[in-house]
């Protein structure tokens, strides 16, 4: 009776962190099966969370979602949740995908399991994209290149493939770094498959042509729907030693990275509250040095608490968990704890009671920067007043 309280309760603590998100259980559409797979394998509670609310999607997006997760899951318990979830589907008559006995013959998988497969992902640009490769040596021709740039927000974007040299994609590398200052890191090609496969659904579903030829440059390397993996920075970082001493302070040394200086909050977030940063910096009412500050810095905290919600929430949580790991990988190890203390924050759905110095930071050099251009754009726009 005790285990089940306590699975009841680590079910409940994982849908009030889902809440928090902006994902909560009112909305039961197939359209959330996505945003509930983005979720896995952040914290053992939200994995609970997610698998009993696929339970409640009868629909055969949600059962492959489950299959997924079972494949890729090492708790048992989880395990047990994703039957039970599963059945629940069975119950609503959904048909649910087959079971191979025991002594079936395993058809050979499509891709079998294999280490000469390598992949390499940049860092998160300000617009929210990264370009990927993944590579697989051709026995006396080289590599199989297939290299794409997705957007966290817009899908994938480009995609293209090729017969290279090794030496080639060392150039390509290197060319990449002395013109932009970024460096390709390696990453799981397993991690890179999902975050190219997750791009195409995601503009394919946004209506965008000219991507009718992905699933023959990926036949190359890969067939099959990608297994769904949790971010690769979790095994290699703490989440207590990432949030432990005064990361909250110390996140702002983030701002002074290079590959953070073109970072500006999306624009369409920002949007709902430029009037009223405009409107308390041109006020007529009489307003001491004091009070305006107050003013302006509440205008700022409220951006911090809706760029930690909802798909911001999301988005922003995901950018900072490849940062991590990429500060990781190129040698920066207290960056990639902040980096990854300020994701696990967002995914809180809340700031918290304190200020994140870098989300601070970020939204209050974005507010500058869309003024800026806004005051550009009036000043260039042509006056309709003809002076005699």
């Not at 997610?50 to 048992?76: H, M, R, T, Y």
């Not at 974007?157 to 890191?185: D, P, S, V």
């Amino acid at each position: 009776m005790a285990k089940k309280k306590s699975h009841d309760e680590e079910i409940q603590r994982g849908l009030e962190e889902l809440r928090r998100a902006g994902i909560g259980l009112e909305d039961m559409s197939p359209g959330m099966v996505a945003r509930l797979k983005e979720q896995w394998g952040r914290t053992r509670d939200i994995d609970f969370a997610v698998v009993f609310a696929l339970g409640k999607i009868p629909d055969d997006a949600s059962a492959q979602a489950l299959v997924e997760i079972e494949n890729a899951a090492k708790d048992k318990e989880i395990k047990k949740e994703v039957r039970r979830s599963l059945f629940k589907l069975a119950q609503r008559g959904l048909a649910l995908p087959e079971e191979k006995s025991a002594d079936a013959k395993a058809p050979s998988p499509p891709m079998a399991p294999a280490s000469n497969i390598e992949a390499q992902m940049s860092a998160v640009d300000g617009a929210g994209g990264r370009l990927i490769w993944i590579v697989k040596p051709q026995p006396g021709a080289g590599l199989q290149l297939i290299q794409g740039m997705v957007s966290d927000r817009e899908g994938l974007q480009r995609i293209g493939g090729a017969h290279i040299r090794r030496k080639e994609l060392r150039r390509m590398a290197q060319e990449i770094k002395e013109q932009h200052g970024i460096t390709m890191i390696a990453v799981p090609w397993e991690f890179a498959d999902q975050t190219l496969y997750e791009g195409f659904e995601k503009a394919k579903t946004l209506g965008r042509s000219g991507l009718e030829h992905f699933h023959q440059l990926r036949s190359a390397l890969l067939t099959g729907r990608p297994s769904l993996q949790a971010h690769p920075i979790y095994p290699r970082l703490s989440a207590d030693d990432a949030r432990a001493g005064a990361w909250r302070e110390q996140s702002r040394h983030l701002l002074e990275e290079p590959e953070l200086r073109f970072w500006i909050v999306d624009t369409d977030w920002l949007q709902p509250l430029l009037p009223q940063l405009e409107e308390a910096q041109t006020s007529r009412l009489v307003l001491n040095p004091v009070q305006k500050e107050e003013r302006l810095a509440g205008i700022v905290r409220d951006a911090v608490k809706a760029l930690c919600a909802g798909e911001p929430g999301n988005v922003m949580r995901r950018r900072l968990e490849d940062m991590a790991l990429y500060f990781t990988e190129t040698g920066r190890p207290e960056q990639a704890k902040l980096a990854l203390a300020v994701a696990l924050q967002i995914g809180e759905g809340d700031p918290g009671p304190l200020d994140i110095f870098f989300l601070t930071g970020l939204v209050q050099k974005s507010f500058a920067f869309q003024l800026s251009e806004q005051k550009k754009k009036s000043e260039e726009e042509p006056s309709l007043i003809v002076k005699p």
